[in-house]
C-alpha cells in the first residue's frame, strides 16, 4: 500500500506493485482531428519505430504529409530509421516535454487507466494498456494533445 495525496486530515492509500516489467506505446495523435495510431511493444528500438512509422504512412495515405513531433531519444535519431516520404520528423529541443502534444497523453493514460492497480502477469499489463488506449474518443485526443503553440484550423 502506498499514501497519495487527499483532502486535509484524510490519508487515502492505494494498491502499488513493486515489480517491474514494461509495455511501451508508440503512439500518435492528430492534434486537430482525433485521429491516432499505436503501436504496443515489448521494448523499444528503432525496428519497433520503422513499424510505428509504416502504419502511420499507411494509415494517412500518401497524399497526406505528417508532422510527427519527437523527442531526441535513440530510436527515434537512429541511422537505421526509415522515414516515409509522406512522414516529416520534427525533433524538440532536448528536456522540453511541454512542446510534445502526446506527452500529454501518456500523462493521461498513467493517471486515468493505468497507475494504481496490480497486474497479475505480462499479459494482463499489456491488455491494460491496449484497452486504455482504445478507451479514448478522438474528442478526449483533441482535448488532451492540443497546445497553444499549435494553429487551429477549425
Not at 523499444?44 to 520503422?50: A, E, I, K, P
Not at 512509422?53 to 530510436?75: C, K, M, N, Y
Not at 522515414?83 to 500523462?107: G, Q
Request: include cysteine; charge should be positive.
Amino acid at each position: 500500500m502506498t499514501r497519495r495525496w487527499g483532502l486535509t486530515g484524510s490519508r487515502p492509500r492505494a494498491v502499488q506493485q513493486t515489480e517491474y516489467e514494461w509495455v511501451y506505446v508508440f503512439g500518435a495523435v492528430n492534434p486537430q482531428t482525433g485521429d491516432s495510431s499505436a503501436l504496443l511493444a515489448p521494448l523499444v528500438n528503432t525496428d519497433y519505430m520503422n513499424h510505428h512509422l509504416r502504419f502511420i504512412s499507411e494509415h494517412v495515405g500518401p497524399t497526406v504529409q505528417v508532422i510527427l513531433v519527437l523527442d531526441r531519444a535513440g530510436w527515434h535519431l537512429a541511422k537505421a530509421l526509415r522515414v516515409p516520404e509522406n512522414i516529416t520528423l520534427l525533433h524538440r529541443p532536448s528536456y522540453s516535454p511541454e512542446l510534445n502534444p502526446v506527452e500529454r497523453l501518456w500523462a493521461y493514460l498513467r493517471s486515468h487507466y493505468l497507475s494504481n492497480r496490480v497486474y497479475h502477469d505480462y499479459d494482463d499489463l499489456f491488455q491494460a494498456c491496449g484497452q486504455a488506449w482504445n478507451r479514448l474518443t478522438p474528442e478526449q485526443l483533441r482535448s488532451i494533445c492540443r497546445l497553444q503553440w499549435m494553429p487551429r484550423t477549425n
